[in-house]
């Protein structure tokens, strides 16, 4: 059905399309669509069971709207966000745009949202369905962007089922520097007090650039480690990597998402993966689509995946459509559950 109406969906501007998504699944007008009940795609994370290792990513339920009509579509975990102190605009439109030939998309949103007050207000009201992570980061104006990710985890720390450090937006001036030594300690060491004087134990995520320098790597996973961090997001959208594109819009400025970062992702996972060991879990992230290509992260080092760009281009349905497609994957290879077989390309 989906592939029928997609070129309608299509002649609408990228965010136009997106708020009349949100708008649709907030008035459950999209149905149900249950994803396999298999033990072979069953897995844990801090407690709560998944149904399956296929999540919604960051960026698509910015608001905290829509997380339990997503849970209804297959989903096994939804992140919601990302979230800043006061709401904010974004950068100037069009700030979004489709590669079709590329199964890509490109964005220059800026943390675009209604601020940690309305949010948590709307969170509080509409208890998850499943396990539900909330993304925080600065706004673009702050004159403390550390004191901004303290302010929202003070909001969401009793919220969700673990909090995502988001570092590694393109869209954020500078944001990136947090990947430096002396940025990233002083960020999770602040974080690391904040959650002790508030006596929470609610897990971290840090959320990694997939640009990233490589001889940042070792040093990233270090303070990880040294910080007691529960997950390792990898990654995020690229502003780089725009060599191989077809599509025009591959000159617009912002972060590249979907098909042409499948590679750069899982090379990246499984490096960390190799520096992490098993003491950090790894959301794996990038140009997911299909069964096969959750496997490839699996593999390489990821306990979960993150979609957001396959939805664009398959549909609400792709939570359903890729569990069945691992699930025969590995039933057929004689795995009886995907904890056999993460990591094991390294």
Do not use: W
Request: aromatic share 6%; charged share 25%.
């Amino acid at each position: 059905m989906f592939k029928k109406i997609r070129p309608f969906i299509f002649k609408f501007s990228p965010e136009v399309a997106h708020s009349l998504a949100i708008k649709t699944l907030k008035l459950n007008l999209i149905s149900s669509s249950k994803a396999i009940d298999s033990e072979i795609l069953k897995t844990k994370l801090f407690g709560k069971n998944i149904k399956n290792p296929i999540g919604v990513a960051a960026g698509f339920d910015k608001n905290a709207e829509v997380y339990n009509p997503l849970f209804n579509l297959g989903f096994g975990f939804v992140e919601v966000g990302t979230i800043t102190p006061n709401p904010q605009y974004g950068n100037p439109k069009p700030r979004v745009f489709r590669l079709e030939e590329d199964k890509a998309l490109i964005n220059r949103l800026g943390f675009n949202n209604s601020g940690s007050d309305e949010i948590s207000a709307r969170i509080k009201k509409n208890s998850a369905h499943g396990l539900l992570g909330i993304n925080i980061g600065p706004n673009k104006d702050t004159k403390n962007r550390v004191e901004d990710y303290l302010k929202c985890f003070r909001k969401f720390y009793n919220l969700g089922d673990y909090i995502t450090i988001n570092i590694s937006s393109p869209n954020t001036e500078n944001l990136r520097d947090f990947h430096n030594k002396n940025e990233l300690e002083e960020l999770l060491d602040a974080i690391h007090k904040e959650k002790i004087k508030v006596k929470s134990n609610i897990p971290i995520a840090v959320k990694i650039s997939p640009d990233i320098e490589n001889n940042k790597i070792e040093s990233v996973a270090e303070i990880l480690n040294k910080y007691l961090v529960d997950i390792a997001i990898i990654s995020n959208t690229s502003d780089m990597n725009r060599g191989s594109l077809n599509n025009i819009n591959k000159l617009e400025k912002g972060g590249l998402s979907g098909r042409p970062i499948e590679n750069i992702s899982n090379h990246l996972i499984r490096i960390f993966y190799k520096l992490l060991g098993k003491n950090i879990k790894i959301i794996g992230v990038g140009g997911v689509d299909s069964g096969k290509g959750v496997l490839e992260k699996l593999l390489n080092g990821a306990s979960l995946i993150q979609l957001y760009t396959g939805m664009v281009y398959n549909g609400p349905n792709i939570a359903s459509k890729i569990s069945n497609e691992l699930n025969d994957i590995l039933k057929n290879q004689g795995i009886k559950n995907i904890s056999e077989i993460i990591g094991s390309k390294n």
